[in-house]
């Protein structure tokens, strides 16, 4: 990727030879990839759910397939933004929906309950995921006996407080240096 950043760099900077490590974690690319796929998977079945719903069978539930592809969709920007947790919890109960709703298509005069059940498969698979996700993004706490950092000695002033009250002091003792405007203002009150 930083070949492309070289391109649009101006004569005379210098260039980028060699990328860092990445600052995301595993469990932050394992969660913007379930993100993806969610988005992914929400517009397929919002926008084709005739199509999913003649390869398993259930024709006739287009409207819940587009339900749960709106679904899909808002989980997955919920699993890419800053709060990725409760999206990947929101997809964990999705996962449970979908589990529901495809077992349901699990019945003996279903000609393609074959694809019904390799599709509970693909779902049982990505709720691991999901949870697994869940579990690793979820907020971080410490422990309940750790001790609290209290910083009652700290200023905010690098140099310390007395340091700064002698900065001041000294500040209001010099005579301050009129400026032009101030001058025309003290020759007028004469």
């Given at each position: 990727m930083?070949?492309?950043s070289n391109?649009v760099r101006?004569?005379?900077?210098?260039?980028i030879v060699a990328?860092?490590?990445?600052?995301?974690?595993?469990?932050?690319q394992?969660?913007r990839a379930?993100g993806?796929?969610?988005i992914?998977?929400g517009i397929?079945?919002?926008?084709?759910?005739r199509r999913?719903?003649?390869?398993l069978?259930?024709?006739?539930r287009?409207?819940?397939?587009?339900?749960?592809?709106?679904?899909?969709?808002?989980?997955?920007?919920m699993?890419l933004?800053?709060?990725?947790?409760?999206?990947?919890?929101?997809?964990?109960?999705?996962?449970?929906l979908d589990?529901?709703a495809?077992?349901?298509?699990?019945?003996?005069?279903?000609?393609?309950k074959?694809?019904?059940?390799?599709?509970?498969?693909?779902v049982?698979?990505?709720?691991?995921?999901?949870y697994?996700?869940?579990q690793?993004?979820?907020p971080?706490?410490p422990?309940r006996?750790?001790?609290r950092?209290l910083y009652?000695?700290?200023?905010?002033f690098?140099?310390g407080i007395?340091?700064?009250?002698?900065?001041?002091?000294?500040?209001?003792?010099?005579?301050r240096?009129?400026?032009?405007?101030?001058a025309?203002?003290?020759?007028a009150?004469q």
């Amino acid at each position: 990727m930083f070949h492309f950043s070289n391109i649009v760099r101006t004569k005379g900077d210098p260039k980028i030879v060699a990328g860092g490590p990445s600052l995301k974690r595993p469990e932050d690319q394992l969660a913007r990839a379930l993100g993806w796929f969610s988005i992914g998977l929400g517009i397929v079945e919002l926008f084709a759910p005739r199509r999913v719903t003649e390869t398993l069978g259930m024709e006739g539930r287009e409207t819940l397939v587009r339900a749960f592809g709106a679904r899909e969709i808002l989980t997955g920007i919920m699993s890419l933004s800053v709060d990725k947790n409760a999206g990947l919890w929101a997809r964990v109960g999705g996962d449970g929906l979908d589990a529901a709703a495809l077992l349901s298509g699990l019945t003996a005069d279903n000609p393609r309950k074959g694809n019904v059940a390799l599709a509970l498969l693909m779902v049982g698979g990505i709720a691991v995921l999901d949870y697994r996700a869940a579990q690793d993004t979820k907020p971080r706490r410490p422990p309940r006996d750790a001790r609290r950092r209290l910083y009652p000695t700290r200023s905010g002033f690098p140099k310390g407080i007395e340091s700064a009250r002698i900065a001041a002091s000294r500040s209001q003792r010099t005579p301050r240096r009129e400026g032009p405007e101030e001058a025309r203002r003290g020759e007028a009150g004469q």
